[in-house]
């Protein structure tokens, strides 16, 4: 069996470390990539420490990572779309059944068989999915997309996570020139909804905990930076927002945001704290609000975002490390402390 090198969790209390896992030969749909970047997602940390076990639990030896960018090295013999040589990406998905309502209507995400990147049954080898922290990956060719020529492939990797997280729900609440969009948090997605809703020509705020976050928040392209914990700032836009994205990973006050949607104004969660958030009737009652959730996107929608940031020139504003710096990264994520993605080096792999 093929081998690669990849950096897993042994257990939620231990730090990524080297070892390689098994790769399957490419069968006629598979495209294989060699990784050339990754992104770190909260949700990589989340998984790694365990965190969401009540919902899916961590199976260990973990190796995470969906936000892959790579070349293709070897295509099996019924790859259309792909060639050797060819910039593609990989985000959370690695495969569906292709059959079903969801699959039917674009909608991958939501298809009862499909298969993360990483800690889902692997169909083919057994054991788990093993993701993008590693130094190649062989994905259905369903799943691979294309990346567009002119953007930088370490700020592009992202967009395969916090990219396309943001922009389905900016899309489906029909965010566009003159809505008040609020996005809470300016972490990875964060402050690419930021960037999406402000290319998409809304007015932008940001809600963040972090003062020293707000020059940054204005140069991404938000009109205004609001502090979440002055309660007079809040306030003051009572009542005013179309929508809200709410992208915080913590255990947080979700009815300070909702007071702040005009009538009909929807919240969207895409943040996953493990903790249940406490929502009071009153707090949707009153303007007639409503409060979703969102789950990355599609496919198609995934293509339809890169070649949306290609055309705008939008990527992540990204970290570069080495892969050698992984357990150091996260203990900054895990203190907002990131400006404003970690993209790993892949090739750094080869230094282990
Ligand atoms: P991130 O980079 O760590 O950003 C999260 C931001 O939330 C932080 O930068 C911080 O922003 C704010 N925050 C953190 N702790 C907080 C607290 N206790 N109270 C208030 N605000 C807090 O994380 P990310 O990678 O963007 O992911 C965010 C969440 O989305 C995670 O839970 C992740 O698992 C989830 N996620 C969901 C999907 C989906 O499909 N729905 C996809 C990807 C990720 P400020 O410093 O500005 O306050
Ligand atoms: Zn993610």
Same mark, same amino acid.
């Given at each position: 069996?093929?081998?690669?090198?990849?950096?897993?969790?042994?257990?939620?209390?231990?730090?990524?470390?080297?070892?390689?896992?098994?790769?399957? *030969?490419?069968?006629?749909? *598979?495209?294989?990539?060699?990784?050339?970047?990754?992104?770190?997602?909260?949700?990589?940390?989340?998984?790694?420490?365990?965190?969401?076990?009540?919902?899916?639990?961590?199976?260990?030896?973990?190796?995470?990572?969906?936000?892959?960018?790579?070349?293709?090295?070897?295509?099996?013999?019924?790859?259309?779309?792909?060639?050797?040589? %060819?910039?593609?990406?990989?985000?959370?998905?690695?495969?569906?059944?292709?059959?079903?309502?969801?699959?039917?209507?674009?909608?991958?995400?939501?298809?009862?068989?499909?298969?993360?990147?990483?800690?889902?049954?692997?169909?083919?080898?057994?054991?788990?999915?093993?993701?993008?922290?590693?130094?190649?990956?062989?994905?259905?060719?369903?799943?691979?997309?294309?990346?567009?020529?002119?953007? *930088?492939?370490?700020?592009?990797?992202?967009?395969?996570?916090?990219?396309?997280?943001?922009?389905?729900?900016?899309?489906?609440?029909?965010?566009?020139?003159?809505?008040?969009?609020?996005?809470?948090?300016?972490?990875?997605?964060?402050?690419?909804?930021?960037?999406?809703?402000?290319?998409?020509?809304?007015?932008?705020?940001?809600?963040?905990?972090?003062?020293?976050?707000?020059?940054?928040?204005?140069?991404?392209?938000? %009109?205004?930076?609001?502090?979440?914990?002055?309660?007079?700032?809040?306030?003051?836009?009572?009542?005013?927002?179309?929508?809200?994205?709410?992208?915080?990973?913590?255990?947080?006050?979700?009815?300070?945001?909702?007071?702040?949607?005009?009538?009909?104004?929807?919240?969207?969660?895409?943040?996953?704290?493990?903790?249940?958030?406490?929502?009071?009737?009153?707090?949707?009652?009153?303007?007639?609000?409503?409060?979703?959730?969102?789950?990355?996107?599609?496919?198609?929608?995934?293509?339809?975002?890169?070649?949306?940031?290609?055309?705008?020139?939008?990527?992540?504003?990204?970290?570069?490390?080495?892969?050698?710096?992984?357990?150091?990264?996260?203990?900054?994520?895990?203190?907002?402390?990131?400006?404003?993605?970690?993209?790993?080096?892949?090739?750094?792999?080869?230094?282990?």
């Amino acid at each position: 069996m093929p081998q690669a090198k990849a950096y897993a969790a042994n257990s939620q209390t231990s730090p990524l470390a080297p070892t390689s896992i098994p790769r399957r *030969d490419p069968t006629e749909r *598979d495209v294989e990539i060699q990784i050339l970047f990754c992104g770190i997602c909260h949700s990589d940390l989340h998984a790694v420490r365990n965190e969401w076990s009540e919902f899916t639990p961590t199976v260990y030896p973990i190796v995470p990572g969906h936000e892959i960018v790579g070349r293709v090295t070897n295509v099996g013999s019924n790859v259309t779309k792909f060639k050797a040589g %060819d910039l593609v990406g990989v985000g959370c998905m690695v495969a569906a059944d292709l059959t079903c309502n969801e699959c039917r209507e674009d909608y991958e995400q939501f298809c009862p068989n499909r298969i993360l990147t990483y800690n889902s049954p692997d169909e083919h080898l057994g054991g788990v999915t093993y993701g993008g922290y590693s130094e190649y990956v062989v994905v259905d060719e369903h799943f691979v997309l294309r990346i567009p020529s002119n953007l *930088d492939l370490a700020g592009t990797a992202p967009l395969l996570c916090a990219g396309i997280t943001t922009y389905s729900p900016l899309r489906h609440w029909g965010v566009t020139k003159g809505k008040k969009v609020g996005i809470v948090g300016l972490g990875g997605l964060g402050h690419m909804g930021v960037k999406l809703a402000h290319a998409m020509g809304a007015h932008v705020a940001v809600f963040s905990t972090s003062p020293e976050k707000k020059e940054d928040a204005l140069r991404l392209g938000a %009109d205004e930076a609001i502090m979440s914990r002055n309660t007079e700032e809040m306030e003051k836009h009572a009542g005013t927002f179309d929508f809200i994205l709410d992208t915080v990973s913590a255990q947080h006050d979700i009815n300070s945001y909702l007071a702040l949607l005009a009538r009909d104004g929807n919240l969207t969660l895409v943040g996953a704290p493990p903790e249940p958030l406490g929502v009071a009737a009153f707090s949707l009652i009153g303007g007639r609000h409503s409060l979703s959730g969102s789950a990355i996107g599609g496919i198609r929608q995934t293509q339809e975002m890169l070649d949306f940031c290609g055309e705008h020139n939008l990527t992540a504003d990204v970290e570069v490390i080495p892969i050698q710096k992984i357990n150091e990264a996260y203990e900054r994520l895990a203190k907002s402390d990131v400006k404003y993605r970690f993209s790993i080096e892949m090739a750094s792999l080869e230094a282990d």
